[in-house]
């Protein structure tokens, strides 16, 4: 079994990504160990940190070097992933040569309750992730629009048949994630 690392593209208190990624972490249990990956507390990249670097940053390489592939779960900020998804990409990527991304598979989606449902953000997120070098899924895509129904006030996914898409998601990308 995969070991998936989640990164959610938010800091909010009550975020419907996060929730999404709890739900989808649930739904499939049983195909991979997800494993969340927090990113909030990452100082701004300087390259010039690597000499004595932060104690954030070198706890999370360590958590993205121990995990299989990931996740990515991800708002639309001004058509684009929030700057410290960003952030985080940079840090994992660095210094020269030791990217943690490398040859990992992943994942992308985004919860919104926008029409669009993020689906410009993961277009970016998957665009980044395949420029680092990991092995990004293409399909199913998952864009979610979420309404004040789309949760249940337990945090679960609220209607069957979008349990049973995001089950299916999930075998796919545990079956593609198997392939690395």
């Known amino acids: 079994m995969k070991k998936i690392g989640v990164i959610v593209g938010s800091l909010r208190e009550g975020s419907l990504n996060r929730k999404l ?3 989808v972490a ?3 249990t049983d195909l991979m160990a997800f494993s969340p990956i927090e990113i909030g507390a990452l100082p701004h990249y300087n390259d010039d940190l690597w000499s004595d ?3 954030d940053v070198t706890a999370f ?3 993205i070097d121990a995990v299989d592939g990931f996740l990515f779960v991800v708002p ?3 058509r684009n992933i929030p700057g410290f998804v960003a952030n985080a990409l940079d840090w994992g990527s660095r210094p020269w040569g030791k990217s943690t991304w490398v040859g990992k598979p992943a994942a992308v989606m985004s919860a919104s309750p926008g ?3 993020g689906a410009v953000a993961a277009q970016h997120m998957r665009m980044r992730g395949v420029a680092l070098g990991m092995h990004v899924m ?3 895509e998952v864009y979610m ?3 004040g129904e789309f949760f249940s006030e337990t945090g679960e996914i609220a209607k069957e048949d979008t349990q049973k898409f995001l089950r299916d998601w999930a075998e796919s990308f545990a079956a593609f994630a198997e392939k690395f």
């Open 21 to 23: 990624a709890e739900a």
């Open 26 to 28: 649930g739904i499939g």
């Open 53 to 55: 670097p932060p104690a």
């Open 61 to 63: 390489k360590a958590e």
């Open 76 to 78: 639309e900020y001004n």
């Open 115 to 117: 029409a669009i449902s």
């Open 138 to 140: 293409g399909y199913p």
């Open 145 to 147: 629009r979420t309404d």
